[in-house]
């Protein structure tokens, strides 16, 4: 799931870098929907970051779309231009030509009454050949109803022609013959037809497919219904009120499927306007002159992601909804983006008096101006994080700067005692903050480092208290350093965990391989292993190694020399902790220490015989072993391991 929440999220910031092409959207439509499948698994900054590459596309998309806005009102323009220059040119051609026009009109007058007549007879004759053609090509490709409404036209237009020449009367009496034998064919084989789609649509009901491929199913029939043609074959109404009949039925559960996921789209919708309502009010109705400016940014961080888990919902239906939540939320964004900018400026003109009361040659004056401007530090609004731990390092600085200056006056050596003392309690607590973390919690030795520096950097402590600092601060910094030993002995156990389950996904895989299982099948667990061994984060020594050796082991395996030998790894793990021997392995456990005792009589035991992180690894590298055999074998070999670290100092 880490794997796949890195990896849309990378999509997500690499195509956000990207410029505008013609994938460019449903490229972003497809990665955000892979995004929303793992985002409830990410946490709330990478969820803040997605979001912030998410509208930095989409802002793409808006000036792409803008751009060409622009160049289209361009091009529109200069047509409008050609057009209007054309229209200009073609009046001046209507006038030129209108005088010779004039100059025709009588002698065209005398010829086209004589000519009316003979056109209209020879239009006639015209159009009842292209008719007879037309109906020709609708028989040719089987279209009997269009060829017979063509036929009924060409009778309509019989009644005002002349008589018909002897080619186009033979024709139109080939065309009569040519479709009664089509009516004739249709009504022979369109029935059967029908009677096919009708029992297959009857089929359908009381089916239990999903219901979208259920749908698809009945559209399909239902198309090729329509393309039978509508005149051919008996029985055509009821045939029709039948297979309507079936559909309907058969394509009930479809519609109970949609009308169920329409609730959703439209719950989603509900919640969402009451979440857009609710930040409405939130927004008018807020004392923004006394605003905790904490509270508005929580509120609207929550807010935002209450509406990304108000999904999905109808694109069309929402986008009125969209575009008033971004509008709502960039108004209030703007007002968290002023409050940051105005305490930016409160902070700076602090950073800037602190930099003057350095300067100032009354170290008294100057200590006292320090605590103010750190009381009014400490009253002024929230920056973003990265801003105020920069203007913090400086002004503490400069702050210290000050307090430096007091050691050097003896007036004020006393309270300058006391000011280190109280920085070596504050150090001192926090370590024992950071002692008292929870196991879940990751401690840097780098962060003890540098509270040990700052310590050791604050100098002289009041006599009566010395011992006790010094003795706080050790048990301290002893407390974290065993906290942060034992989170490295969890993260080294976590790792012979992940080494324990993929040296379990290779033994798979080499145990298909060893039954000759299909090549997809064999693809689809080695991809497993390669997977988890990828992912892991931290190996043992010689963990990764010895996985890649076992992972490219040879096909034949002997499976059962492969659970013998995992078989004295257990035992061998049991006598080096002490562990009772199943009684199913006491013969094998007697028969290997008497083997072991006459090879290493007078040598000693060899360093890989007392050391259980050695067996594991050579665990990885035995062959495939049966499932029902491997894990209680497995079991064994890891309640020894756990049983060998409890006894370990």
């Not at 793409?60 to 220059?85: F, G, K, P, S, T």
């Not at 080619?167 to 009677?195: C, G, H, M, N, Y």
């Not at 090549?519 to 190694?545: F, H, M, V, Y």
């Amino acid at each position: 799931m880490q794997a796949q929440i890195t990896a849309a999220s990378r999509d997500l910031e690499r195509h956000s870098q990207r410029g505008y092409d013609a994938s460019y959207g449903a490229t972003l439509d497809q990665f955000e929907s892979h995004w929303e499948t793992v985002a409830e698994h990410a946490d709330t900054q990478l969820r803040g970051s997605v979001q912030q590459w998410i509208d930095r596309s989409r802002q793409v998309i808006a000036e792409h779309l803008h751009q060409a806005a622009a160049q289209a009102a361009r091009e529109l323009a200069a047509a409008n231009e050609a057009a209007e220059a054309q229209r200009l040119r073609e009046q001046q051609r209507q006038a030129s030509a209108a005088a010779a026009a004039e100059q025709q009109q009588v002698l065209e007058e005398q010829n086209r009454a004589r000519a009316e007549k003979q056109q209209a007879e020879q239009q006639a004759l015209r159009q009842i050949g292209e008719l007879i053609r037309k109906a020709r090509g609708a028989l040719n490709v089987g279209s009997s109803s269009r060829a017979a409404s063509v036929r009924r036209s060409i009778e309509e237009n019989l009644a005002g022609a002349p008589p018909l020449p002897a080619a186009l009367a033979s024709q139109l009496q080939q065309l009569d013959k040519q479709l009664d034998e089509l009516k004739d064919w249709k009504s022979f084989s369109v029935t059967p037809k029908r009677a096919e789609l009708i029992e297959e649509m009857e089929s359908l009901v009381g089916e239990t497919l999903d219901p979208p491929e259920l749908a698809e199913r009945i559209k399909s029939l239902q198309e090729e219904w329509r393309n039978l043609g509508k005149d051919a074959g008996e029985n055509l109404e009821a045939d029709a009120q039948r297979f309507k009949e079936a559909g309907r039925k058969a394509y009930q559960p479809c519609a109970e499927y949609f009308a169920a996921q329409a609730l959703i789209l439209e719950e989603n919708l509900r919640r969402r306007d009451a979440l857009l309502d609710k930040l409405a009010a939130f927004e008018a109705g807020y004392p923004w002159e006394q605003a905790d400016w904490r509270t508005v940014i929580s509120t609207l961080r929550e807010t935002k992601e209450a509406w990304r888990l108000c999904s999905p919902v109808d694109r069309r239906a929402g986008k009125q909804q969209q575009e008033n939540f971004v509008a709502v939320t960039a108004r209030l964004q703007s007002r968290v983006d002023a409050e940051h900018a105005r305490n930016l400026n409160q902070k700076a003109l602090l950073i800037e008096r602190s930099r003057q009361l350095l300067a100032s040659d009354d170290v008294r004056k100057a200590i006292e101006g320090i605590k103010k401007l750190q009381q009014e530090w400490q009253g002024v609004g929230p920056v973003p994080r990265e801003m105020d731990q920069r203007l913090w390092g400086e002004f503490r600085q400069h702050c210290d700067a000050v307090f430096q200056k007091r050691q050097q006056e003896s007036a004020t050596h006393t309270a300058g005692l006391e000011n280190n003392k109280a920085q070596a309690v504050a150090l001192c607590e926090q370590l024992e903050k950071l002692a008292a973390l929870e196991p879940p919690a990751v401690l840097e030795r780098a962060a003890l480092v540098d509270l040990r520096t700052a310590f050791e950097a604050i100098g002289e402590f009041p006599r009566a208290d010395t011992r006790e600092l010094l003795s706080r601060f050790d048990r301290g910094l002893k407390r974290c350093e065993a906290a942060i030993a034992s989170q490295h002995a969890r993260a080294a156990e976590r790792g012979w965990s992940d080494l324990f389950e993929a040296a379990n996904l290779v033994r798979t895989y080499r145990l298909a391989m060893a039954r000759s299982e299909e090549t997809a099948q064999l693809d689809t667990l080695k991809r497993n292993a390669e997977t988890c061994i990828a992912s892991a984060q931290r190996w043992p020594r010689n963990g990764l190694s010895a996985l890649k050796q076992a992972l490219a082991g040879e096909r034949s395996e002997d499976l059962v020399a492969n659970e013998t030998a995992l078989r004295l790894l257990c035992i061998r793990a049991e006598i080096l902790t002490d562990t009772p021997t199943p009684p199913e392995d006491q013969t094998l456990r007697r028969d290997y220490q008497l083997q072991r005792l006459v090879q290493n009589m007078g040598q000693g035991a060899r360093a890989d015989e007392a050391n259980l992180d050695a067996m594991a690894i050579e665990w990885v590298g035995v062959g495939p072993v049966e499932e029902a055999a491997y894990q209680p074998l497995l079991q064994r070999f890891r309640r020894c391991r756990e049983r060998g670290n409890s006894r370990a100092p």
